[in-house]
């Protein structure tokens, strides 16, 4: 197996740099500032154990691989950045290429199956960062994710027990799944409170505004019929697997939606968390009103350029 990594950002730098590091060919696609870091100095992974560069080929678009059998796809960008990504793939690659979402949100399997009939699915539970162009940091040791994988919608095949059993090899915890998708809806639920962080800094989590958005989240999972992992299965596969810790003496600042305030990259994921129950409710006839105002102004500051933390959470209180 080669593995494209098709976004080379936190999570995907972080696991085509594991995979590389442990043995597996790797190619990373990456654009802008990040492909030009990569390209001149390598890739810089960062733990709690170790600081590795790894010189590893990078390209700006998929039409620049020559594409082999047994190529592997893993899809690391933000969602709303899916659709266009797929497009200039399926132009190259080949058609029965296996594509692999490593994404947020539960969006992206629908979009790729559009195009491709390979597609798989996984959950992802792994703490990164990338704010510094060639920089990524890891922030769980030793085990840097839990990266379950199933066939979309609900399947398990020999490519998905492969792959498992790669990243298992890179410092992963990983297991075949073919419910893959009850899981990724239980961390949709989970990532209901990135946009509070994002919006109200840190100190945001903490507050009941979070247990509010997922309590919209879990009504309107269930007047749609969809099944997700229950807390208690999503507590026990996880364990203490994941152990977080100072990383080049600095702590985790924030999670995605924080990071990509902080970049100012002016493009958020809200649309596809908090949105994707918006859009539930207003199906189901499920009031949304935290998730609403959460997915909106998310979406204003990243659109403004604000920082993370720019609003005091009396302000985006007094909105409901």
Known sequence: MRFVIFGAGGVGGVIGGRLAEFGHAVILIARG??????????????????IVTLRLPVVEHPSEID????????????????????????????????????QNGVENERIAL????????????????????????????PVTGILDIGCFPDA?????????AA???STFH???????????????????????DAICGLKGRSNPLVADARREGVKCLNAAGIPFASDEEEAERRGDLLRLGPVAGQTRPGGSSWQSL?????????DYLNGEIVMLGRMYG???????????????????GKPPGSMRMEEVLALL
């Open 33 to 50: 500032p990040q492909y030009t870091a990569i390209q001149e100095h390598g890739l810089r992974v960062e733990s709690q154990e170790r």
């Open 67 to 102: 594409w082999q059998s047994g190529d592997i796809v893993f899809l690391t960008m933000k969602t709303q950045d899916t659709s266009a990504a797929l497009q200039n793939l399926v132009d190259v690659a080949p058609a029965d290429i296996p594509v692999i979402s490593v």
């Open 114 to 141: 559009r195009l491709f009939h390979r597609v798989y699915g996984v959950c992802v539970m792994c703490p990164t960062n990338f704010v510094t162009p060639g920089v990524v940091q890891a922030w769980s040791s």
């Open 156 to 164: 398990v095949d020999e490519t998905a027990r492969n792959v498992a």
């Open 167 to 169: 990243l298992r090899t």
């Open 174 to 196: 990983s297991e075949p799944r073919p419910d893959i998708m009850r899981w990724k809806y239980n961390k949709l639920l989970m990532n209901l409170g990135n946009a509070v």
């Open 262 to 270: 902080q970049r100012q990259t002016r493009n958020i994921e809200a």
């Open 286 to 304: 499920i009031p949304t009103p935290v998730n609403a105002v959460l997915q909106r102004l998310a979406n204003q500051m990243s659109r403004e």
